[in-house]
């Protein structure tokens, strides 16, 4: 089967994470089929379209992999063809000039709701004959009996009966064509075979049927996704920590976990919550798409992430998270240092602005470093600074700082006083770290250094 499928927004704000569902959606079946995905920017809304909008979408494709074929296509770029197709509607006659006004026209429809009907427009100019004129529109000449029936992707078969619908205009007074008149042109001459979108699309789709069926084109397959909502149910909004795409990348998550997030929120395969992109391309045929909504739960994005960065080679996590941590003031960090800190932190970050921030205490001095006070009242207590005395001339005699000497010094000092582990290790990580928190200890002073790691010990004896 050749499939063709595209993601079209319009550059009126950030991509959000409804259109980037909708864009991976119709990217993976074109790549399950080994077809084509395309993109367009429906920048027609002259007054609130912004290039710094289309710039933005397009980073944030781009930083999610969406690649596409071909060039961008930009509406506002394509007019004359447009206005081709509508003459040539006009000279086929499915459509007609209209010179009635909008004042005239919601007249209509408010005499058809006096009377029990559907408002819509009553064809007052369908049988006139008009030409061209000022303030004149063109109106697509609807069947006047039947129904439009399409098979959904998502929601099966539906079916609108035509005295639904009205003669829509299918390009305006200024000249320039209506949402469905363009989107139609451009999906025949993109050849788009496949449409997923949202589905607050639904309504557009049997009118957008009708122009493809006048203009004589082959209608598309169309597959309408419901909304994400937030976890309480409600309509998704910020406080549900929904962000624009670009503000993910800014808050540290990988671009993969919110690609594998977004698919599961609306798609299944089984139980299977975690996908690698090949095998989500290999699964993801335009089946198993829920009709109901998705709920949205940040904390599940989260933890999905740090499943990722646990799984990414530390050479890679280090790169993604050296701009975190140069914003975080630490300075030219070798290579070398930032991947031993990132395999230091890694395991308990679900982001890489928090695994940037877990470095602090680890690049500070012994002098700068500060004890969280709840660990200074729970672990850096007489029995705490009283462990750390004994254990400093034993971390005195290691003469390779390494972690496993450390380790064995550790080691013996537990065993020698019968003690457990448990008893030991608290003070000593939060004389270390200054938090409970971080990895394995004798890594962690392994990293800081003989020189440093006595003076934090001796600091916390201090406390007392």
Request: charged share 25%.
């Amino acid at each position: 089967m050749s499939v063709t499928t595209r993601f079209a927004p319009s550059p009126t704000g950030h991509l959000h994470i409804g259109g980037a569902r909708t864009a991976i959606f119709s990217w993976l079946l074109a790549r399950h089929f080994k077809g084509k995905f395309r993109f367009r920017i429906e920048d027609t809304d002259l007054q609130r379209s912004k290039q710094e909008y289309t710039d933005s979408i397009l980073a944030s494709m781009q930083w999610l992999g969406l690649t596409w074929e071909g060039e961008t296509t930009y509406q506002t770029k394509r007019m004359d063809v447009y206005s081709k197709y509508v003459d040539q509607l006009l000279a086929s006659g499915h459509a007609y000039w209209c010179s009635c006004t909008a004042e005239e026209v919601d007249a209509m429809r408010e005499r058809a709701k006096g009377l029990g009907l559907k408002p819509r427009y009553d064809g007052h100019c369908r049988e006139l004959g008009l030409g061209p004129g000022e303030g004149r529109c063109v109106r697509l000449k609807c069947p006047l009996q039947g129904k439009v029936v399409f098979d959904d992707m998502v929601k099966g078969r539906i079916s609108i009966d035509v005295a639904e619908l009205d003669d829509m205009v299918i390009r305006r007074s200024d000249g320039t064509p209506t949402y469905n008149m363009a989107v139609v042109v451009d999906d025949h001459d993109m050849g788009i075979t496949h449409v997923i979108r949202g589905d607050d699309h639904v309504s557009n789709t049997p009118r957008q049927i009708l122009i493809y069926q006048a203009l004589g084109f082959e209608v598309p397959t169309f597959g309408h996704v419901p909304m994400i909502l937030g976890p309480d149910g409600a309509k998704l909004s910020k406080r549900h920590g929904a962000r624009a795409v670009i503000e993910y990348q800014k808050d540290g998550l990988l671009p993969q976990a919110l690609v594998n997030y977004l698919v599961r929120l609306g798609w299944s395969h089984g139980d299977q919550e975690i996908f690698s992109l090949e095998e989500l391309v290999e699964l993801f045929d335009g089946t198993h798409l829920n009709p109901s909504a998705a709920r949205f739960d940040s904390r599940k994005l989260e933890w999905l992430n740090g499943h990722y960065m646990k799984k990414l080679p530390v050479e890679e996590l280090a790169r993604l998270t050296r701009p975190f941590a140069e914003d975080c003031g630490y300075g030219a960090l070798s290579d070398e240092r930032l991947q031993t800190l990132c395999t230091l932190f890694r395991d308990r970050a679900r982001t890489l602005v928090e695994l940037a921030a877990s470095f602090a205490p680890m690049l500070k001095t012994a002098d700068e470093l500060e004890f969280d006070p709840a660990c200074v009242e729970k672990q850096l207590n007489a029995e705490g600074r009283a462990h750390l005395e004994k254990l400093l001339p034993c971390f005195e005699q290691v003469v390779d700082f390494s972690p496993e000497p450390i380790n064995e010094a550790l080691k013996a000092y537990v065993e020698g006083q019968g003690l457990k582990f448990k008893q030991v290790a608290p003070p000593l990580r939060a004389a270390i770290v200054g938090y409970m928190g971080g990895s394995h200890l004798p890594d962690l002073m392994a990293f800081l250094g003989k020189e440093d790691s006595l003076a934090r010990i001796r600091k916390a004896i201090a406390l007392g």
